[in-house]
């Protein structure tokens, strides 16, 4: 199946610092990807859908101007987590369509201290 | 607007058959997908059904009735490594059919 990258891993930032996280379509062209945000034991939750060359599409009670997307490429989009404090300490996934299948990245476990 | 219902969790030993149920509701239906989730990993695709029947991969199977707006995933012959969290999902016409929503996942526990 087709591979999507997302990067860092694992961060762990001091509050009022941003952190970028980078998901990037390795095999396919991307227009279109998806971040997700992961509780402990929860479900996925949609935070925004990141078009290639405008504006992200943000879910309702995600905010915008903490959740910088940027959807520069084909193959990539990032997620800038600005101001971060503990609360959005959290698992966040990127995703990706090749035809009718999605494929997510590895996920990003970031801490916020 | 959409939402899907599956158990939250579901045990069973090795070597038996599971069956994890999710039912949905959507303003337009455009398939039902099936991810393995793993504590700590991401999601990973394992079946997709558009139209009504089942489809087999190995030791899984998923089904689809799409007049009952039911489906099913099947786990076979299972294994320790089965253990994990398995969700359904759709894409529907508010969605524009581009996004995909959740369900709130079914965890599998799976003893020896």
């Given at each position: 199946g087709a591979v999507v990258s997302q990067h860092p891993s694992r961060v762990i930032c001091k509050s009022g610092t941003s952190v970028k996280i980078e998901c990037r379509s390795l095999d396919f062209q991307a227009t279109t990807m998806f971040w997700y945000r992961q509780?402990?034991?929860?479900?996925l939750m949609l935070m925004a859908t990141s078009n290639e060359g405008s504006k992200?599409?943000?879910?309702?009670?995600?905010?915008?101007?903490?959740?910088?997307?940027?959807h520069?490429?084909?193959t990539l989009s990032t997620l800038t987590v600005t101001s971060a404090?503990?609360?959005?300490?959290?698992f966040y996934i990127c995703s990706a369509r090749d035809g009718s299948l999605a494929f997510f990245g590895q996920g990003t476990r970031l801490t916020v201290v | 607007g959409q939402s899907l219902e599956q158990p939250s969790e579901v045990?069973?030993?090795e070597g038996a058959i599971v069956q994890i149920n999710c039912t949905y509701q959507t303003s337009g239906f455009y398939g039902l997908s099936w991810y393995q989730q793993h504590d700590g990993g991401a999601p990973t695709f394992l079946s997709y059904n558009a139209l009504d029947g089942l489809e087999e991969t190995g030791r899984f199977s998923s089904f689809l009735s799409r007049s009952d707006s039911y489906g099913y995933l099947l786990l076979q012959e299972l294994q320790m490594k089965d253990s994990a969290s398995y969700f359904c999902a759709v894409r529907d016409r508010d969605s524009g059919y581009s996004t995909l929503?959740?369900?709130?996942?079914?965890?599998l526990l799976v003893s020896p």
């Amino acid at each position: 199946g087709a591979v999507v990258s997302q990067h860092p891993s694992r961060v762990i930032c001091k509050s009022g610092t941003s952190v970028k996280i980078e998901c990037r379509s390795l095999d396919f062209q991307a227009t279109t990807m998806f971040w997700y945000r992961q509780f402990p034991k929860k479900s996925l939750m949609l935070m925004a859908t990141s078009n290639e060359g405008s504006k992200a599409t943000y879910e309702q009670g995600v905010e915008k101007d903490k959740f910088l997307i940027n959807h520069a490429s084909l193959t990539l989009s990032t997620l800038t987590v600005t101001s971060a404090h503990p609360e959005d300490s959290s698992f966040y996934i990127c995703s990706a369509r090749d035809g009718s299948l999605a494929f997510f990245g590895q996920g990003t476990r970031l801490t916020v201290v | 607007g959409q939402s899907l219902e599956q158990p939250s969790e579901v045990t069973a030993v090795e070597g038996a058959i599971v069956q994890i149920n999710c039912t949905y509701q959507t303003s337009g239906f455009y398939g039902l997908s099936w991810y393995q989730q793993h504590d700590g990993g991401a999601p990973t695709f394992l079946s997709y059904n558009a139209l009504d029947g089942l489809e087999e991969t190995g030791r899984f199977s998923s089904f689809l009735s799409r007049s009952d707006s039911y489906g099913y995933l099947l786990l076979q012959e299972l294994q320790m490594k089965d253990s994990a969290s398995y969700f359904c999902a759709v894409r529907d016409r508010d969605s524009g059919y581009s996004t995909l929503t959740f369900g709130k996942g079914t965890m599998l526990l799976v003893s020896p």
